[in-house]
């Protein structure tokens, strides 16, 4: 990596980030690599040296907002011609060379094997005054210098990327042909990653990747619960949270884990998709609704109190009214925490694609509608249901609504809490007792304990003690 080139005047980057959470965990490692380059992160695009967005292609609404963000920086490259813009992700790497010709102004394209190799590319941008490109699959993972990006110091939780990948091919998505084959990280640089973030403050982990139940079953060197346990032993560390579930590979091993790590939050995302076998067929998901409703069970058994939340696609082609009422049957038996609802998006190169009966627009969006109406009805119940616990909850900073001295943090349960409360509890785990629910977060106050001093009760602050 060559990034020795003169530091003549202070340099700067503005990154955004579209989609999920593996793509957050990129830009991380983006803007670790490009600090080590000595470029200061900023909000201001006008004001940036390199511009680099890092892109989703999951559903066509998301790969077109890509293509209008960029459009918008179109006039900055006009004013500087020194500007670089550079598009990495999902929609980089399905693209490709081909990304050159739709958006002729940027310099720089690479894809989601290629985070490494952005320092690289800069340069010879820079030194050659050519575009440069990167989108070629790699084997391994474990690429050491990836994942050694400095952190940004005062956050409290963390992303750790376990495996990256997917070998499933479900017919409707496009993430096998965007991200590559399953490959998994080895257990040692995990948990090496693991204690360098508590070591720096870090006091809850997300382990994730496209699938983390089938880590262990591609190169890696020990199984998943396996590498919970160990997570959730390190010292400094207080939570442990994993992303995304596959309901198939979703062993009774792991299950057991959430009555044997208390480190490990009562917290499950266990994407169902589709609540009718037939259309679980056509997506070639790997069970039943039956085989899915008796895992919920097994955790609920275990875990009665563990929120459970899922992925749900509406209007998959051939989805007939039929279809659509056996998946509003399973959100009414599982109750679910949250539901993240979808409209079918027909990707590029996926089999769903090409299937015969699309359904409309219009059926998609009343289905879609009347999913959403239903689900946020249940979740306002179930977040009202709490008024009166108290909860810990871990807080992350400032809330970004609300009072100046107003804090927000998560629950283990991974509900939004936001209190009052003096700003050196961040980082903390405080006991919050619930106040009132509404759709999308809780309102609370930090618990005070009694404490008898001289004979009488003094009320104050548990953390105090
Ligand atoms: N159309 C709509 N939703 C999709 N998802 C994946 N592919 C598509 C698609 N083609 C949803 C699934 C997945 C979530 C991340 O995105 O529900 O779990
Ligand atoms: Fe896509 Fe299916 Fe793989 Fe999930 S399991 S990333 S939905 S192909």
Do not use: W
Not at 118 to 134: N, T
Not at 288 to 294: F, H, I, V
Not at 417 to 443: A, Q, T
């Amino acid at each position: 990596m060559n990034t020795g080139l003169p530091s003549e005047k202070q340099k700067f980057l503005f990154l955004k980030t579209f989609g999920c959470q593996m793509n957050e965990n990129d830009s991380d490692r983006i803007a670790g690599l490009l600090k080590k380059m000595e470029y200061t992160v900023i909000d201001n695009p006008a004001a940036a040296d390199i511009i680099i967005l890092n892109t989703c292609s999951i559903r066509y609404n998301a790969q077109h907002k890509v293509y209008s963000a960029t459009g918008r920086f179109r006039k900055l490259k006009e004013l500087n011609k020194e500007l670089i813009i550079g598009i990495g992700g999902c929609v980089a790497q399905q693209e490709g060379e081909g990304l050159f010709k739709k958006i002729p102004y940027i310099d720089i394209v690479f894809g989601t094997h290629s985070i490494h190799k952005l320092p690289e590319l800069i340069d010879s941008v820079i030194l050659r005054r050519k575009k440069a490109i990167a989108v070629e699959f790699a084997d391994a993972i474990d690429l050491e210098d990836s994942f050694d990006y400095p952190l940004e110091g005062s956050s409290v939780k963390a992303f750790v990327t376990i495996m990256r990948g997917c070998n499933n091919f479900c017919t409707y998505c496009i993430v096998p042909y965007v991200r590559g084959r399953e490959a998994s990280r080895k257990s040692s640089d995990i948990l090496a990653e693991v204690r360098r973030l508590a070591e720096n403050g870090i006091k809850e982990v997300m382990l994730v990747g496209q699938n983390v139940n089938s880590y262990g079953n591609n190169g890696s060197d020990i199984s998943f619960p396996s590498l919970l346990k160990a997570v959730c032993m390190v010292a400094g560390i207080e939570r442990v949270r994993f992303m995304t579930s596959h309901p198939k590979d979703m062993s009774q091993e792991l299950i057991e884990m959430f009555a044997a790590a208390p480190k490990l939050c009562r917290y499950i995302h266990l994407p169902i998709q589709s609540g009718s076998d037939r259309v679980l067929k056509m997506m070639r998901r790997g069970y039943t609704r039956d085989g899915y409703l008796s895992k919920i069970d097994k955790v609920k058994k275990i875990c009665p109190d563990i929120s459970v939340t899922t992925d749900i696609i509406v209007g998959f082609p051939g989805e007939t009214d039929r279809d659509f009422e056996d998946t509003m049957d399973i959100i009414k038996r599982v109750e679910y925490d949250g539901i993240f609802s979808f409209n079918y998006s027909p990707r590029p190169e996926t089999e769903a694609s090409r299937y015969d009966g699309q359904v409309s627009d219009t059926v998609r969006r009343e289905r879609l509608a009347f999913l959403q109406a239903f689900q946020k009805e249940v979740t306002l119940r179930k977040n009202k249901a709490m008024t009166g616990q108290v909860k810990e909850v871990l807080v992350e900073g400032k809330s970004k609504a609300g009072h100046s001295d107003e804090l927000t943090g998560r629950t283990g349960c991974n509900r939004i809490v936001n209190f009052c409360g003096r700003r050196d509890l961040i980082g903390r785990v405080m006991p919050v007792r619930i106040e009132d629910g509404y759709s999308n977060s809780l309102k609370g106050s930090v618990v005070l304990e009694q404490k008898k001093v001289d004979g009488g009760l003094q009320k104050r602050m548990i953390y105090d003690a």
